[in-house]
């Protein structure tokens, strides 16, 4: 008997910041492996989640959110980006459709122009829009960039959701699959957990603190009883933000701390001890072996 036939590929997910990638990534997926927020560029490194329908596995690469960058930080998000795009087999754009074509998506479609591997167009939230509006929208894109195909979404509520994915897993390659069955990121438990962290800070600090945080793992040590303890630093640029990050008498890092230690425990399947303390560094974006540690290249 011969072998079932198998495709596997890269796709890369990109979109201006806030279109809902990670959330997407995750619904394709059919679990959690990209940190979810409501602010705008929450994804900083280029983590993949590991799909799998109709014979193919689809290497999902979650890219950072472009936009105009100004840090150093910013432009190697930036560049990470549009480096997972060149590297992918199939590139997926992702636009909310209730923002339309804001001026960080038209720089997108222009530098999407001139790639020639297959491009596929979701335009996502479109529960919060008016359908004439997004009929001309589609239109209009499908004239200036001739994707493959579009489809309409809602990944937070997995409308759409299945037709993308059988049409993700039709236009993969033919070729044997990268990575075992059950495997579902190629992200390392410790840049998941320290990611899982920064989720915690975002979602219980979101009107009071800036995007000048970053979680750093100092020690990791799988004890014998089978759980693991794990220490972590949280990277504030001002007294003023570390002063929030902890909270009076230590309520605020405390509450972190014990949200992350479940999202943790749940990811590893096993008992997790987690310690948290507040560090000020004002250049910790300067920070060459951050970036290795995050996953993303120094730039000049």
Known sequence: MTEPETRCGFVAVIGAPNAGKSTLVNALVGQKVAIVSAKAQTTRARLMGIAIADGSQILLVDTPGIFAPKRRLDRAMVAAAWSGASDADLTLLVIDADAGIRPEVERII?????????????FNKVDLIDKGKLLHLSSELAGR??????????????????????ALAKAMPQGPWHFPEDQLTDATDRMVAAE??????????????????????????DRPDGSTSIRQQILVARD???????????????????AARKEIAEHLGRKVHLFLHVKVNPRWDEDRALYKDIGLEWTS
């Open 110 to 122: 222009e530098g999407l122009a001139d790639r020639q591997h297959p491009r596929i167009v979701a």
């Open 145 to 166: 960039l001739k994707p493959d195909e579009i489809f309409m979404i809602s990944a937070s509520e997995g409308d759409g959701v299945p037709d993308l994915k059988a």
């Open 196 to 221: 899982l962290t920064r989720e915690q800070i975002y979602q219980q600090l979101y009107q009071e603190l800036p995007y000048a945080t970053a979680i750093e793992t100092e020690t990791w040590e």
């Open 240 to 258: 003023t933000q570390k002063a929030i990050m902890i909270g009076k008498g230590g309520s605020r890092l405390k509450a972190i701390g014990e």
